[in-house]
């Protein structure tokens, strides 16, 4: 699989007849982090499980532009926040025709922000903290972004992003 920041991701599971990962399957992205859930290529879709190095875990659906799938984050001490995300930026088809959501600035500002501390960004957290600022109106993202990245020291992920908006 992809060397991303470095680290060599490793794949077990299902394959296609395209020879690349199709089915349930588990990626180890060689930084602490995995996914076990459905693959189809190189994007997590459908229903699966993030579990990170500090014990949590983010279970939901993966799939982009699907209406309102729901998510759950466990705390490494077993707390749990459930959410959902209300609006997801524009899929593949839609930013070839040139159509654009909101989320979308908020996901290239959330991006931008990140990488000049240095940082990059998963998808679900830069998705689920541009759906958290969009409803609440909030509109510096700079400031959201340095307060959501601390402790962060090469990926925002979702528990900074989670701990952000919840606590």
């Not at 000049?116 to 958290?132: C, P, Q």
């Amino acid at each position: 699989m992809d060397d991303i920041n470095g680290k060599e991701e490793k794949y077990t599971g299902e394959v296609g007849p395209d020879g690349l990962p199709h089915g349930r399957g588990t990626i180890d992205f060689g930084d602490g982090r995995r996914y076990s859930g459905t693959i189809d290529g190189a994007s997590q879709t459908g229903r699966g499980v993030y579990y990170y190095p500090d014990g949590s875990r983010f279970i939901g659906g993966f799939t982009v532009n699907t209406e309102y799938p729901a998510w759950r984050f466990v705390y490494p001490d077993g707390r749990e926040v459930a959410g959902f995300v209300s609006r997801f930026p524009a899929g593949d088809e839609e930013v070839g025709r040139g159509e654009f959501n909101e989320i979308d600035a908020l996901c290239a500002e959330i991006t931008r922000a990140a990488k000049a501390l240095g940082l990059l960004v998963e998808y679900n957290a830069r998705t689920i903290l541009a759906d958290a600022l969009c409803r609440r109106g909030e509109g510096d993202v700079e400031a959201a972004v340095r307060a959501a990245a601390i402790g962060c020291s090469d990926m925002l992920t979702v528990p900074f992003v989670i701990r952000y908006i919840y606590g």
